[in-house]
């Protein structure tokens, strides 16, 4: 009887819930729609995330699971927009706090929502504030129309009596109704990073998260992709792309409920993070930036990388400078004569900047290895007596601009900064020190060490203004995890680091904002659309073995655009040649770290000409459109295309990997050309005193048939590479 009269009262509730009873709220780009609607007890709740809907008309008929909640409330199960924990909603959520008083329950109800243009699109911001607490929360979802990417975090504050714990604090949560869900994650170690691992999601929850404080390598990559129905597929079916813009520990949440709905929770990840919030303060939420794509996951791509280079990325519509580095020449071996020598090596080959790496400071603690110096950012007297100035100086006598590495988060405790400043290293007071690579961590939570960190560059740049770029490593995790300045607030420390980064990279980019940094992290240990706002570029890996680097390099591409990921033409995998080597380094952003002298002169001019092509080429290469034609994960070759925003130019790149003995080749079909216009097809990067071997060079093809037919550029030769120059009559 109780059943059918509950049945009853749900019955009238459902039929009482009219058109004029939904407030809507409709977050659009030009092929997105995610739509959140008000109950009439002022829960909200997500209705709709998927492909646009033509008439604001239809929201009326999105079906509403009607429940009486605990507190007299009612809404739809299962799809509140930032469910808060001990509430009737029993899955994973969005917002857990222990309140002053101690109790654990949280319940969110709307106050109200404004619109705002921004570059690019539209900002909702949507206020929310639980009855019985003074706790708010305000939702944030930044709309851009043309790129279909919507971007979202939220701030929650509080007055209560004291501090209240922030057990859980998600950017958002996000709900999918479909028959099958497939997650592509990526995991990762060094030399091995962008590793897929594609697998069906199950009833339960799946986390990829990290909990290495500075996310230095070895576990997961900030970046998903699902397929739904089916696994992501490049040019079919429906895909979300979705990444986090956090330095630091994150956690992505994939939970499959009771009725087959799936729940995406992109957060900071709480492990060891309980967060003490004073009354007063603000607690943003890192950025999560997702699109979906109806034609698989290379529209999705283009729909980011777009996005990027426009809004995200620093100076993302900008030029990059080709490089000449002297690690994998020298290492720590090296005098300010040997530089020189180098600086002119540079100009030769055609790069534009030369880059000094580890090595060049320390002087009580001289930096001869990996075991001392950190901290002590002046140069080495013996190997440097004339310091940067004579560096900067030497590269302006060879014509080419100066670079400098440096990793500021980080201290040797063989140095003087350990010895005067011991307080301010992460580091356990009562156990024995743990050391990654010699080394322990600033602690960046701490604003002396935030001042210091900013002072190393200030100073570098204050002495040697026509220093261009540092390329900024961080080779170690957060190790004995201990804030001697958090005091009693330890769970604040891993976010508290990650925020102070953020301060000293907002006051170098407001006072040298044209400096250029690459975003270096034992590899490809850091790689976010946070810190990539102050990055122009991040190195994707340490491992530049050109068979490797292209398996990297397609993953990376997935969510990065090319002209974010360097890639150096290295000495690593010798046994493939120099031209198949650059040819992998091409399609990124160009770089060199190799030896030049010990080439040989047929090696040494394929170079300086490669240089060339890419610097004519640069435009369509690192700002053009990105289509992936072959997979190295599902064949033995690899080819993508890139084609500038007019579709007058285009470039191929196809790769042959490790193919089959006398393995029958397919033509490679090109995507994303003007059908109706005709292409001269042309191969470049070709070794001197050598020709074309393609039936295509130099031939007049359509866009059309380049499309549907294709060119015959794969062999079944191993480590054999092709690039062609397609231009538009």
Known sequence: ????????????????????????????????????????????????????????????????????????????????????????????PALAITHA????????YYKKSTQKAVPGGTETIIELADDKYAVQVTLHYVAYMKENVIKTWSEIKHNEKSSIILWRYASGMFYFNSSKYFLTNYHSDWAREGQPAVQQLQFGKKIVDTKLGTRAAEQSEPFFEIGFDQPAQENQGRVMLGTIGWTGNFSFTFEIDNVNCLRVIPAINSYASNYKLKAG????????????????????????????????LWNGEGNRMTLLNNWENTAFDFTQETLALLMKDAKELGVDMFLLDDGWFGNKYPRKDDRAGLG?????????????????????????????????????????????????VIELPNRETYYYRHQLVLDLSNPEVQDYVFSIVDRLMTENPSIVYFKWDCNSPITNI?????????????????????????????????????????????????????????????????????????????????????????????????????????????????????????????????????????????????????????????????????????????????????????????????????????EINLMPNTTSALHC???????DYLMKVGLMVLSAYESASRVLELTAE
């Open 482 to 682: 201990y804030s001697p300045y958090q005091k009693a607030n330890q769970g604040n420390l891993y976010i508290e680091y990650v925020r102070g980064l953020y301060k000293v990279l907002d006051r170098i980019q407001a006072k040298y904002p044209k400096l250029e940094m690459m975003l270096c992290s034992g590899g490809g240990g850091r790689c976010d659309y946070q810190a990539l706002k102050y990055y122009g570029e991040f190195w994707p890996s340490d491992d530049t073995d050109p068979y490797e680097r292209l398996y990297i390099q397609y993953s990376m591409s997935k969510f990065f655009p090319s002209k974010a990921l360097a890639a150096h033409v290295t000495n690593w995998n010798r046994r493939t040649s120099i031209k198949f080597r650059t040819d992998v380094a091409s399609m990124c952003k160009l770089g060199f770290d190799l030896d030049l002298k010990t080439m040989k002169p047929e090696d040494y001019k394929f170079t300086q000409d490669a240089v060339t092509n890419w610097n004519r080429l640069k435009n369509v290469i690192l700002d053009g459109e990105l289509y992936r034609l072959i997979s190295p994960y599902e064949t033995h070759h690899m080819a993508v295309n890139y084609v500038s925003q007019d579709k007058k130019k285009a470039v191929l790149f196809a790769y042959d990997l490790h193919p089959r003995y006398s393995e029958p080749q397919q033509a490679v079909r090109l995507q994303g050309l003007d059908a109706n216009r005709t292409y001269t097809v042309k």
């Open 1 to 92: 009887m109780k059943k059918l009269l509950l049945l009853f009262v749900c019955t009238l509730l459902s039929l009482s819930i009219g058109a004029a009873d939904k407030q809507s709220i409709r977050i659009n780009t030009d092929n997105i729609d995610l739509i959140l609607q008000v109950s009439p007890k002022n829960r909200l709740y997500q209705v709709y995330l998927g492909e646009k809907l033509n008439s604001t008309a239809d929201f009326d008929h999105f079906n509403w699971n009607i429940y009486a909640g605990s507190d007299g409330a009612y809404g739809i199960r299962g799809r509140e927009a930032y469910p808060g924990s001990g509430g009737e909603d029993m899955f994973e």
């Open 281 to 312: 303060e603000n607690f943003k939420t890192p950025e999560f930036i997702f699109t979906l794509s109806e034609n698989g996951t290379g529209q999705a791509s283009r729909n980011l990388q777009n996005w990027a280079r426009r809004y995200q």
């Open 101 to 108: 008083d101690g109790n654990q329950t949280t319940y969110l």
């Open 376 to 424: 002590d950012w002046e140069p080495t007297r013996t190997k440097l007596p004339g310091g940067i100035p004579a560096l900067t100086k030497a590269t302006e006598t060879a014509g080419v601009k100066f670079g400098l590495w440096i990793e500021p988060e980080m201290v040797n405790p063989k140095s003087e900064l350990y010895e005067k400043h011991k307080n301010w």
């Open 697 to 703: 060079n130099g031939q007049r093809y359509t866009g």
